[in-house]
């Protein structure tokens, strides 16, 4: 099962390929990671989503507690949680295409962020199953360039990580 | 030299802060190598009597020797090495530290800060090589950095699970100068190792352990390095129940008491494999369920029981085995809250469930699955070579293995009773450990007996620490067990490739006795079983002498029992099994 583990850990170089090192040394999946720093320049925080069985996951959690620069691990799917991605598509657009893909666009509520004489530049935020639905709208030969951040996450309500 | 690298008043180099830290965290000896980037780190060592260096002949072995001083003390293990191939030299001793999680400081030099990157001289990321093997690393970059780093890196490789953790410090970062204050403690909201644990878990272990009808304590490296090895005694003596230890775990619950049911795992001894597969309660105490040790996973679940395990490390917990009880903790601390729990309980173990399960283990025993013909008069069998050292020493030794045929039958037949005294490379398996780990042994206890069981594959790893032997006046007595083959791959080339033997026989190997004359050590070649106790007494008996005793020992031995790759642990081959060769080829096939 896919899950979005969110952590904060000490802003320190090489922090990044601490992480990225443990994921492949002990074989776990990455669908994605992103970093950057947080309100307190001294943590970053960084999303993972991944993929696993329960124990799998587990395990994946007590490792990544164990970094020692890792303050704070959170399984988002422990909980209500909300999943955001930006994706950047630059399409084909020319001729009838211009106007196919402003409407698709717009059913996805994309915006159009860059305008050029065979091409738009849509941007387009969501969960990562929204984006894929929108790739999979368009017909695969319109498409000249896709960009992903990858997902970041955040729990609903009252659950926060913070140190 | 610009503006900032001026001494001020009441600051000192990089260089001679390292060495002020060294003194503060009470370090006796320093194991390493000098090299460019460590030339002002050892100007600064050149003028300090606070610890001693010792000079190695290979930065691996200065790593492998702090680890073994520390197996030995308890203490934190301190190496330095230069840039470059001084710290990729260094890294298998790391890795050898980190997978038996020893605690140990490895200092590297690095090239000056504005060369990194550069591809400079004996430039290597050193940060970047050992992340996957230590604990954890730091690379300095600013000379007031040297003294908090430094008590971090103590702190992190002591405390919590031990490990290994590597400072790299670049050049100028030594020669530049800093005031120097050393923190008396450090604070990390990032690391904060759980000491006690859990109370509720722990009361609900002691009552399944009280209801048990089929108990087992299965004990490993976590006990001798928790230094909890008293209070599993007093537990098991407390409960009356079977002990067995892992090959990282031996002399943590003592080899001669009766309640001891010998080692177990892939040579494990029969009554403690089949005590382990068939018990109903088992307490783990410092181990990890890893492959060496309960065979197929699946295999080992196949049968009900219920599981506590205590470890320091959570993700120890549930990694090869689903465990019911778990407990995180220090295994000294959790386990002596069991033994206060024990005393005021009126409830006693089940004592006729405890008898039969008794019964049925002392018939596990008369198999006798360490038992071997020793009838020969002219071939030494490599066993009896270990019993005898056993009975020389008085089990009072400090006994170093390298990896292979020899490691095992070390493991089997010396008698550990205390903790601490048997140093070997479980994880990793590091061929080459055997030499250096004495010298680290024999410098923590001079006056103690230190043997080195080697092969002569293993020896020929690290052969030139004789030179730092003989330097250093360490009287170590090295048992090598000739077999001229890499017995441990002949073994499975016999058993699984039909006798195929593909480079694992050892030829042109040296003359060991002048070889070892050659460094001013003393040399014997024991070729008759006859001969053996006495160049045993002859050599511990040269008590300010390193001894290098080649024993010619029967070429075709095995290690048994096994529990061949794959299988359960009761599915084991014995050495008393009339077909076991045929056993084994057809367990693989």
Redo the contacts between chains.
């Keep these: 099962m896919k899950h979005i583990i969110s952590l904060l850990m000490e802003n320190e170089a090489g922090a990044l390929s601490r992480v990225a090192g443990l994921f492949s040394a002990r074989g776990y999946n990455i669908e994605s990671l992103t970093v950057a720093p947080t309100e307190d320049a001294t943590l970053s925080r960084m999303t993972i989503v991944t993929s696993g069985s329960d124990d799998v996951i587990e395990q994946i959690i007590k490792q990544l507690n164990k970094l020692v620069d890792v303050v704070k691990v959170l399984d988002l799917n422990d909980g209500r949680h909300i999943e955001r991605e930006l994706m950047l598509v630059k399409v084909k657009a020319t001729g009838a295409l211009r106007d196919e893909m402003k409407r698709i666009s717009d059913i996805f509520r994309g915006r159009i962020i860059d305008v050029a004489d065979g091409s738009y530049t849509i941007e387009l935020t969501g969960s990562g199953s929204k984006l894929d639905a929108f790739l999979e709208a368009l017909d695969k030969t319109v498409i000249l360039e896709t960009v992903r951040t990858g997902a970041s996450g955040i729990g609903r309500g009252d659950r926060i990580l913070k140190v | 030299m610009d503006q900032s690298n001026q001494q001020k008043t009441g600051q000192i180099s990089g260089a001679e802060i390292i060495m002020r830290c060294l003194h503060e965290e009470k370090v006796k000896f320093v194991f390493g190598y000098p090299g460019g980037a460590v030339l002002h780190i050892y100007d600064a060592l050149f003028k300090q009597k606070d610890f001693k260096h010792i000079l190695v002949r290979h930065e691996q072995a200065a790593v492998h020797a702090a680890d073994a001083y520390s197996r030995a003390t308890g203490e934190v293990g301190v190496a330095l090495v230069t840039s470059g191939p001084g710290a990729t030299n260094a890294v298998t001793g790391i890795a050898t530290a980190y997978m038996d999680s020893v605690p140990m400081v490895v200092i590297s030099g690095q090239v000056p800060t504005a060369a990194i990157g550069m591809d400079a001289f004996q430039e290597v990321d050193m940060?970047?090589v050992t992340?996957?093997c230590v604990?954890?690393n730091f690379?300095i970059k600013d000379v007031r950095d040297i003294a908090i780093t430094l008590k971090k890196a103590f702190y992190?490789a002591a405390s919590g699970r031990p490990g290994p953790v590597v400072v790299d410090i670049p050049k100028d970062i030594t020669a530049e100068f800093a005031e120097y204050s050393y923190p008396k403690t450090v604070e990390?909201?990032?690391?904060t190792p759980v000491i006690k644990g859990h109370s509720g878990q722990i009361k609900k272990a002691v009552k399944i352990l009280l209801d048990a009808k089929r108990p087992m304590i299965y004990s490993g490296g976590g006990l001798v390095l928790g230094d909890a090895s008293n209070e599993l005694i007093k537990l098991a003596k407390a409960l009356g129940y079977p002990v067995t230890n892992t090959l990282m775990g031996l002399g943590g619950y003592p080899a001669t008491d009766k309640q001891y049911v010998g080692m177990l795992g892939m040579h494990g001894t029969f009554e403690a494999n089949n005590a382990m597969q068939d018990c109903d309660v088992l307490l783990a105490v410092g181990a990890r369920f890893d492959d060496r040790v309960i065979g197929n996973p699946d295999h080992f679940l196949s049968v009900p029981r219920t599981i506590i395990h205590i470890d320091v490390?959570?993700?120890s917990i549930?990694?090869r085995v689903?465990v019911d009880v778990p407990i995180v903790g220090h295994v000294q601390s959790v386990l002596g809250e069991m033994n206060d729990l024990l005393a005021s309980e009126t409830k006693k173990p089940d004592a006729s469930a405890l008898k039969s399960w008794w019964a049925k283990i002392d018939g596990w025993r008369t198999k006798k699955s360490l038992s071997y013909d020793g009838s020969s008069t002219s071939i030494i069998k490599p066993q009896y070579v270990i019993e005898k050292l056993w009975e020389v020493t008085k089990g009072n030794a400090y006994v170093t293995s390298d990896v292979g045929q020899h490691q095992m039958w070390a493991a089997q037949y010396y008698k550990f009773d205390k903790p601490r005294r048997w140093i070997n490379s479980g994880g990793l398996g590091t061929m080459g450990v055997g030499l250096p780990y004495a010298m680290g042994c024999q410098l923590a206890d001079p006056k103690a007996q230190v043997a080195c069981v080697t092969g002569e594959g293993s020896i020929q790893m690290n052969i030139q620490e004789l030179s730092t032997c003989k330097q250093f006046h360490l009287p170590i007595k090295v048992i090598l067990l000739n077999n001229r083959y890499l017995g441990m791959v002949r073994q499975w080339q016999e058993f699984f490739y039909e006798n195929r033997y593909s480079e694992s026989y050892m030829d042109s190997l040296p003359d060991f006795v002048k070889l070892a004359e050659s460094y001013g050590h003393v040399g014997m070649d024991i070729e008759k079983p006859g001969d053996v106790e006495g160049a045993l007494k002859d050599a511990f008996a040269m008590k300010d002498r390193f001894v290098f005793m080649n024993f010619l020992t029967d070429q075709k031995e095995n290690v048994f029992p096994m529990v061949p790759n794959g299988k359960g642990l009761s599915e084991m081959i014995l050495g008393s099994d009339p077909n076991k060769d045929d056993a084994a080829n057809e367990i693989e096939g």
């Excluded at chain 2, 990390?188 to 690391?191: I, K, N, Q």
Aim: net charge positive.
């Design positions: 940060v970047g992340r996957p604990k954890h690379l992190i990390m909201r990032s690391y490390d959570p993700s549930s990694k689903k």
